[in-house]
């Protein structure tokens, strides 16, 4: 965070769009830290409240450090597939908060989740994460290059709403 404000700091000026992606550890902290899914259920609340003053300090500090910046949060995606609809309601909870904390910031989002996690079954979603993710060849649900094309694209498209 402090590389960050220094260097918005000595850009000022030049600071013109800022995109933020903070999800992704808190959400696998926060999962793997329970034994079960009644745990995960139990906790949802207070976590996904703990993450929003988190992000909140996040957004409010670049704000200070560039006033002048838009703002573009990309808003979470999951790649569960087991407990799919749990997966949903538990990234929907995060995406409120990001959403809500995003407003207050005078910053926007940027939301994947018709992209990453499209409706129409298991086989869908699975075809989805297999093409945007590294999931299917790696185990690893970071997105792959067509996965960063389709998040660039999601930016893009809040920028040109004028939004951030």
Do not use: K, Y
């Amino acid at each position: 965070m402090a590389s960050a404000e220094a260097f918005l700091h000595q850009h000022r000026r030049r600071a013109g769009v800022i995109t933020l992606t903070v999800w992704g550890n808190d959400i696998n902290q926060f999962v793997q830290s329970c034994p079960d899914l009644q745990c995960v259920v139990d906790r949802a609340p207070a976590e996904t409240a703990a993450f929003g003053s988190r992000l909140h300090g996040i957004l409010a500090r670049l704000r200070t450090a560039a006033p002048r910046a838009r703002i573009v949060v990309v808003a979470a995606f999951h790649v569960q597939r087991v407990d799919i609809a749990f997966g949903d309601q538990l990234i929907a909870a995060f995406n409120a908060t990001i959403e809500r904390v995003a407003a207050s910031t005078r910053s926007a989002v940027a939301n994947p989740v018709a992209a990453f996690n499209p409706a129409g079954g298991p086989a869908a979603r699975t075809a989805a994460l297999c093409r945007l993710t590294l999931l299917c060849n790696e185990n690893d649900g970071h997105p792959s290059e067509a996965g960063h094309r389709v998040l660039a694209g999601l930016v893009l498209a809040v920028l040109r709403n004028g939004d951030g």
